[in-house]
C-alpha cells in the first residue's frame, strides 16, 4: 500500500474516506472533526446529539457526505477517554479505521492528526498511525485460492497535515513505520507458513534473501559445520528430523569498527512436536510458529539495516525440526554442549533451551555489549502472564530497564520474572552437570536459569514470547495468529541505544 504525506486541510482532500475521531468523555467536536462537521451542515455532532454515537474507544459509524466535502465519506471512530490516550491506542484507533475502510471495499482513505491538544509529538504520533494502518491491515493469503476470501486491498492512505514542518517530520516519520512494519510483516509471515513450506534450510534461504540487499554479512552452518564447533545440544535435537539443522549469523556493522556488538538470539524450532516426549495432537499444528523468536530477529536485522541504525549487531538463529524418529535424542541422553557443559535430558520437549544454550555460547564469542534472545520457551509463561504480556528475565538492570522502555513505547508489553536462584537446585542432575527441566512449579524462571549457564558475564535478557507470538483471537492491530512480536521492541531498543550514544 501507499502512504503519503501531504499539506493541506483535510475537509479538501480528494478521496473515498476521511477519519475524524471523538473521545467518549468530551460533549464537543475537537480539532478535525469540528472542521468537518461544520462543513458538512452538523452531520457529526447530529449523530452525538441523537445518542448514536459516544465515542467508545473503536466505536466506529460512516457517515455519507452529500457533495459538501470532496471526500464521499468519514469514517467516524471511538478514541474512548482523552486522558487514556497514548500512542498504542492511536495506532489501534488507526488500525481499526483501516479495517473499515477496507470491509468498505474502497481503494483509499486520508486522516490527519489534529484532534485537539495531545501531550504527545507529533513525528511519534505519525509513526504510530502509520504503524496502526499497515500492521492492522495485514493478512496472510499466499494459500488462499478462491477470489471470495480475498478483499480488495486497500491501496492508498495519505496523512495530512497543516503546515510543511508539520508535513515533513511526519513524512520521515511515516517512512520509518514503513520500515519497521515491513520489517513485521516478514516476521508475520515466516510464522504463518506452514511448516512443510518454513524448513531450517527455508528460513535460512529466506535470511539470506533478505541480507542479500542490504548491508549484513550472513553466514549460514551446516550440519557437518557445527559438528566441528561442538554444537552437540542444537545436534542432538535435531537428531529425529530428516530436515538438516542451520544455524544463521547475520552481523551488520554499522557502528564504529572498535564497538562492541549488541547480540540478538531467536530460538528457530520450525516445528515442534515434542520429540520422543510427544505432544498432544490437539493443537500440534500451531507448533510450526515455534520460530517465532528466530522470526522476530531475521525481521529486527532487516529494520536495523534499513534504518542505517549506527550499531553494530548480530542477530543469531539456531534453526532445526524437533521430532520423534529411529534417530531422534531420547529422555536420558546426555549432550555435550559447546561450552563443554553436559546437560542430562529429561524431557524432549524442552528442546528451545537446548538449542539456545549453544547460540548463547556462540554469542559470548563477540565478547558482547549486551545480549537479548527470544524464544517462545515455556507453557508455563502463558500460564502466568497470559497471552499479551512477555516473561522478561535477565542479569543486569541497566538492560532489563532499556528493554522495557523500548516495550512501554511499542506495545509489545514485558513483565519481570525473578532469576531466583533458589530454584537452581531443580536443575541440578546426579549424572550430567544440568538437567534441562526442573520439574512444573515456576517453570519459566527455570528455564531461564538454565540458559542463564551459558551466557557468561555479558549483560543478559531472556524474553519469552510463549503467550504473544500466534494469538488466538486478534488485537486491534495484530491479527488472529501470527503477531510479528518482538520485532518493533527490538528496533526501538536499538533506537532508544543509538540515541543515547549520541547525547
Not at 13 to 26: K, L, P, Q, S, T
Not at 161 to 170: G, H
Request: include cysteine; hydrophobic fraction near 40%.
Amino acid at each position: 500500500m501507499k502512504v503519503s504525506v501531504k499539506k493541506g486541510n483535510l475537509a479538501d482532500y480528494d478521496c473515498e474516506a476521511v477519519i475524524a475521531g471523538h473521545f467518549e468523555d468530551e460533549k464537543k467536536l475537537t480539532g478535525d472533526a469540528e472542521v468537518l462537521d461544520k462543513r458538512c451542515g452538523g452531520l457529526l455532532s447530529r449523530l452525538l446529539k441523537d445518542g448514536d454515537f459516544e465515542g467508545k474507544l473503536f466505536q466506529t459509524s460512516v457517515l455519507y457526505t452529500d457533495t459538501f466535502i470532496k471526500s464521499k465519506r468519514i469514517v467516524f471512530i471511538g478514541m474512548g477517554k482523552r486522558k487514556d490516550f497514548d500512542l498504542e491506542t492511536l495506532r489501534g484507533v488507526f488500525s481499526k479505521a483501516a479495517q473499515k475502510v477496507r470491509d468498505l471495499h474502497l481503494k483509499n482513505f486520508a486522516a490527519s492528526l489534529d484532534f485537539g491538544t495531545l501531550d504527545l509529538k507529533e513525528d511519534n504520533m505519525a509513526e504510530s498511525a502509520v504503524e496502526g494502518v499497515l500492521l492492522g491491515l495485514y493478512r496472510f493469503t499466499p494459500y488462499k485460492t478462491k477470489a471470495a476470501d480475498k478483499t480488495p486491498e486497500v491501496r492508498e492512505f495519505t496523512l495530512i497535515a497543516e503546515n510543511p514542518k508539520a508535513a515533513k517530520t511526519s513524512k520521515a516519520a511515516a517512512k520509518r513505520a514503513e520500515t519497521i512494519s515491513a520489517a513485521v510483516y516478514l516476521a508475520r509471515d515466516l510464522v504463518s507458513a506452514p511448516a512443510n513450506e518454513m524448513t531450517p534450510t527455508i528460513i535460512a534461504n529466506r535470511a539470506r534473501k533478505m541480507a542479500e540487499t542490504r548491508p549484513i554479512d550472513i553466514k549460514v552452518f551446516d550440519e557437518r559445520q557445527m559438528k566441528r564447533l561442538g554444537m552437540n545440544a542444537l545436534l542432538g535435537v535435531a537428531r529425529g528430523s530428516a530436515e538438516p539443522a542451520k544455524f544463521i549469523i547475520m552481523n551488520y556493522a554499522g557502528g564504529r569498527k572498535a564497538e562492541k556488538p549488541i547480540i540478538f538470539v531467536g530460538k528457530g524450532i520450525t516445528f515442534d512436536s515434542g520429540g520422543i516426549s510427544i505432544k498432544p495432537s490437539a493443537n500440534m499444528d500451531e507448533m510450526k510458529s515455534d520460530m517465532a523468536g528466530g522470526a522476530a530477529v531475521i525481521g529486527a536485522m532487516q529494520a536495523l539495516a534499513d534504518l542505517t541504525i549506527p550499531l553494530n549487531v548480530v542477530g543469531i538463529v539456531p534453526a532445526t525440526e524437533n521430532l520423534p524418529g529411529g534417530k531422534a535424542y531420547k529422555p536420558g541422553d546426555i549432550l555435550k554442549s559447546l561450552s563443554g557443559t553436559t546437560i542430562e535430558v529429561k524431557n524432549t520437549d524442552a528442546e528451545g533451551r537446548l538449542i539456545l544454550a549453544d547460540a548463547l555460547s556462540y554469542a559470548g564469542r563477540y565478547k558482547p555489549e549486551a545480549i537479548i534472545d527470544l524464544a517462545t520457551l515455556t507453557g508455563a509463561c502463558i500460564i502466568a502472564l497470559g497471552d499479551h504480556l512477555i516473561g522478561m528475565l535477565g542479569t543486569d538492570d541497566t538492560l532489563k530497564g532499556m528493554v522495557k522502555e523500548a516495550a512501554d513505547m511499542t506495545g509489545d508489553y514485558v513483565w519481570e520474572l525473578p532469576l531466583w536462584q533458589d530454584y537452581d537446585e531443580m536443575l541440578k542432575s546426579d549424572v550430567a552437570d544440568v538437567q534441562n527441566v526442573g520439574g512444573r512449579a515456576a517453570g519459566t524462571i527455570t528455564a531461564g536459569l538454565f540458559l542463564e549457564k551459558f551466557v557468561g558475564d555479558y549483560p543478559w535478557v531472556h524474553l519469552d514470547i510463549a503467550g504473544p507470538a500466534l494469538l488466538a483471537k486478534e488485537k486491534p492491530y495484530i491479527p488472529k495468529g501470527a503477531s510479528g512480536v518482538g520485532v518493533r521492541l527490538l528496533v526501538q531498543f536499538l533506537r532508544n541505544r543509538a540515541g543515547k550514544a549520541d547525547a
